[in-house]
């Protein structure tokens, strides 16, 4: 197979795109990030994370004769007056971006086998079994903070990542890893209201408010936590808004990326969200993955942490909702009304 060259490959990932990519030599990771992170027992009940960990680490378990790891970056920060106080992280107000990137990451992979046939390659964005951020890292994005967050130089940690494996070298790796730029801030640990970041940039999952509020979506969640669900209820943007190296956003144009009309609406409508608006709301995004019950869930406690007194005739409602999860949420939510 050729060697690829990478000014070329640059053009491509912006044409269909991308706002940055690199290149990183396809090497095991060493197991140490991920295993004591397991062991730990920070990745909570995301059981695939573990499972897969042989996979993670070696990407030519993923594709034989692997060379060359792409990352690819999109910044997707949106500043729209209508949305600024939605309970829902910004990352998940527009189109569900998996399907943004994994669209451009197909018209990547498309171009590439007509001017390379025969390229074996592997993708993923999120779901598959690759550590996506220090692939970033190794490409020379940008870096891990503090706060778990892959964070850029031009967009800040506003990004989301897209990775691609090839079986065939570039004519340029680039100077790997970017300067770590967190210095003595401290900012993000001192601002986390669970205590979820544990250091060096690890988070335990069991305590972040973003697992808590999307992957935890089966059970109610421990009342410690509820307490924190303060107008957030899908994701949680905190350690990021408090970063200064987020200080100066750059607003994404692409229309994907544009709030849809589910960003514009506060906790109260979420928490009376009837089955007919949810399929009209939700399919399409990235709130999908919480559920219809899980989402009502999550806005029912913050009705509750609220302490809203006129959300009381809607949570009298919801105790006698036909999901249990929401059923029980909506007794707790009440108690905190009227201790
Ligand atoms: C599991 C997971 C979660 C978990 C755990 C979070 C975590 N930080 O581990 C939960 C559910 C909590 C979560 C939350 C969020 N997530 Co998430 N998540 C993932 C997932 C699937 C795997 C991450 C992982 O492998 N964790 C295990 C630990 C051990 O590895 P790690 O995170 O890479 O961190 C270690 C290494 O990077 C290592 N390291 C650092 N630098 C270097 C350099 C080199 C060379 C090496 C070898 C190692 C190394 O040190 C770190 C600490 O040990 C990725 C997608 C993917 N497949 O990669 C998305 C991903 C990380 N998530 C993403 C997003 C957007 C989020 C949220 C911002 C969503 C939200 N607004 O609520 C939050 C952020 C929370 C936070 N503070 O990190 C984006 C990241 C965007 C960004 N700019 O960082 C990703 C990449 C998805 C994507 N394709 O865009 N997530
Ligand atoms: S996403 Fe929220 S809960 Fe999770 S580490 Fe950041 S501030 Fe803490
Ligand atoms: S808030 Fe400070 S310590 Fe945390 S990631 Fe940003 S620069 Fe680093």
């Not at 034989?64 to 997707?76: C, H, M, R």
Request: charged letters at 25%.
């Amino acid at each position: 197979m050729n060697v690829l060259p990478t000014a070329h490959l640059r053009d491509l990932a912006s044409s269909v795109g991308f706002d940055l990519v690199g290149f990183a030599r396809a090497e095991p990771i060493p197991p140490d990030f991920l295993m004591e992170w397991v062991a730990a027992g920070y990745a909570a009940d995301m059981d695939w994370m573990g499972e897969r960990a042989a996979e993670r680490l070696d990407v030519s378990l993923l594709l034989p004769g692997a060379k060359t790891v792409i990352s690819f970056a999109n910044n997707y920060w949106r500043d729209d007056a209508e949305t600024v106080d939605s309970p829902i992280a910004r990352y998940a107000r527009g189109r569900d971006y998996h399907s943004t990137l994994r669209d451009r990451m197909k018209a990547f992979r498309k171009a590439l086998n007509v001017m390379y046939p025969g390229l074996g390659s592997y993708g993923g964005v999120d779901s598959g079994p690759l550590m996506e951020k220090v692939w970033a890292a190794r490409a020379g994005l940008g870096y891990v903070g503090k706060n778990g967050c892959f964070i850029t130089e031009p967009y800040g940690s506003w990004v989301l990542l897209a990775t691609l494996v090839v079986d065939a070298e570039v004519d340029d790796y680039g100077n790997g890893p970017a300067a770590d730029r967190c210095g003595a801030c401290r900012r993000c640990l001192m601002s986390c209201p669970t205590g979820a970041l544990v250091g060096n940039g690890r988070v335990d999952a069991r305590a972040c408010l973003s697992y808590q509020t999307i992957e935890n979506r089966e059970q109610q969640v421990p009342e410690a936590f509820r307490f924190k669900f303060d107008n957030l209820i899908f994701g949680c943007d905190i350690c990021q808004q408090v970063c200064p190296l987020n200080r100066r956003p750059v607003f994404a144009e692409h229309p994907r990326f544009a709030p849809r009309a589910v960003a514009e609406l506060g906790v109260r409508e979420l928490a009376g969200l009837t089955v007919e608006q949810y399929e009209h709301l939700i399919p399409g995004t990235a709130l999908a993955r919480a559920r219809y019950d899980g989402l009502r869930r999550n806005a029912v406690y913050a009705l509750g942490v609220a302490k809203q007194a006129d959300a009381k005739s809607l949570l009298e409602k919801l105790c006698g909702d036909s999901s249990e999860l929401v059923r029980t949420a909506a007794q707790w939510a009440l108690l905190q009304l009227d201790p």
